[in-house]
T-cell receptor, first 112, second 116 residues
């Protein structure tokens, strides 16, 4: 079983739609959680951190359920520029470092 | 501000040759990470350093791969001898890490490696 599992998609949605991505993780010792975004042939970039109480950043809302080991990302009023691959990421801190484990990503295509 | 700097951006070489990838982390960051990304396996952590010391190299595929961090501002990932299955995009990332921190990692542009 992969440490971080995501539906690979692709999710093809019309502009203005609301879309939700889900992710599960297996390591109960995971301490921090993130969503990264990766555009085609580019490096991953941090989209937002995910906090236990849930958090919102503009059109993006992230939720964390530690009991179920489940993370979600909701995108409202999707834009063409939201088209990318969204990577679910969990972090542990062995040896004082910050080890990230990435899911394989969910591809989103926003269409006119 | 300068981000994570990787070189070369692209490398094409024949199998059996030695390949050296280079990375300069963001100044002040104390953790450095090497990743490999392929279509089949996604983004995989190869090795990471904290304060120039290798902490976890369990992701290094085999003895052909080695990584060093001689100082806080430079790291190399070496493949010797290279094989076609090593073809991938190799990313370096850095972060400011503490035991209880939640700091994100910042990625370089990556090195696209093709082994013929």
């Amino acid at each position: 079983r992969k440490e971080v599992e995501q539906d690979p998609g692709p999710f093809n949605v019309p502009e203005g739609a609301t879309v939700a991505f889900n992710c599960t993780y297996s390591n109960s010792a995971s301490q921090s959680f993130f969503w990264y975004r990766q555009d085609c042939r580019k490096e991953p970039k941090l989209l937002m951190s995910v906090y236990s109480s849930g958090n919102e950043d503009g059109r993006f809302t992230a939720q964390l359920n530690r009991a179920s080991q489940y993370i979600s990302l909701l995108i409202r009023d999707s834009k063409l520029s939201d088209s990318a691959t969204y990577l679910c990421v969990v972090s542990t801190h062995p040896g004082g470092g910050n080890k990230l484990t990435f899911g394989t990503g969910t591809q989103l295509k926003v269409e006119l | 501000d300068a981000g994570v700097i990787q070189s070369p951006r692209h490398e094409v070489t024949e199998m059996g040759q030695e390949v050296t990838l280079r990375c300069k982390p963001i100044s002040g960051h104390n953790s450095l990470f090497w990743y490999r990304q392929t279509m089949m396996r996604g983004l995989e952590l190869l090795i990471y350093f904290n304060n120039n010391v290798p902490i976890d190299d369990s992701g290094m595929p085999e003895d052909r791969f080695s990584a060093k961090m001689p100082n806080a501002s430079f790291s190399t990932l070496k493949i010797q001898p290279s094989e076609p299955r090593d073809s991938a995009v190799y990313f370096c990332a850095s972060s400011l890490s503490h035991v209880h921190s939640n700091q994100p990692q910042h990625f370089g542009d990556g090195t696209r490696l093709s082994i013929l």
